[in-house]
């Protein structure tokens, strides 16, 4: 069996993103990671928050390896990681996922709106509403610019890193995501500040 997949950044960020999980996630039962990666963060948090139903999703290439975590630490609540990627065409959104067990109580994703285009990210939150429970939240980790403006200096040279290796990437406007999720009847919550100029921003959906 090939050597799983390892990201040292998942390493790094994981005990401070779980202690604000651990703060907004004691009421929910049911949680959609978006971007799952190389399921390091799936493994972690589910460990630590046994009360949850962690859904690993990505890219079907990257299943395999998410998968080799889960099944080492074979955790009872991380369910086989299922393809999930914001599409625009033909229908803008997240589905089909399976929600057989309810809707999802808080959709979790790192570092993944920098990577994806702009269209990506709009098909993302489009698809929200087909998978979040009326009052679920929306839990979001990466960098972030405020005000048109780069909050750091490293931050500036990502951007121009993730621009360079694809041009359609980016770090996002903290105002232009937020309307997206204000679309959506999300509601933003609490805005953290994280290790290494990252942010978590949490959204809650209201009913209507």
């Not at 390892?6 to 993103?17: L, V």
């Not at 630490?73 to 369910?79: D, K, M, R, V």
């Not at 679920?136 to 909050?151: K, R």
Request: glycine residues 8%; aromatic residues 8%.
């Amino acid at each position: 069996m090939p050597d799983k997949p390892y990201a040292e950044s998942c390493e790094r960020n994981r005990a401070p993103i779980l202690a604000e999980l651990q703060r907004h996630l004691g009421g929910a039962r049911r949680v959609l990671e978006i971007g799952s990666g190389t399921g390091q963060h799936a493994v972690y948090f589910a460990a630590a928050l046994p009360w949850l139903s962690w859904q690993a999703s990505d890219h079907r290439d990257h299943l395999p390896g998410i998968r080799q975590w889960l099944d080492e630490a074979a955790l009872p609540n991380t369910p086989s990681p299922i393809a999930l990627q914001a599409v625009t065409e033909p229908v803008a959104g997240l589905q089909p996922v399976p929600t057989a067990g309810g809707r999802f109580d808080a959709v979790f994703t790192a570092n993944t709106l920098h990577i994806m285009s702009w269209t990506h990210v709009q098909a993302l939150f489009a698809g929200l509403p087909a998978v979040l429970s009326t009052d679920g939240l929306l839990l979001v980790y990466g960098p972030f610019n405020y005000g048109g403006a780069f909050t750091s200096d490293s931050n500036r040279a990502f951007d121009g890193w993730l621009k360079a290796r694809d041009a359609a990437s980016g770090i996002r406007d903290f105002e232009a995501v937020d309307a997206l999720a204000r679309a959506q009847r999300l509601v933003l919550q609490a805005d953290v500040a994280m290790p290494a100029n990252n942010r978590l921003l949490v959204w809650q959906r209201q009913p209507g």
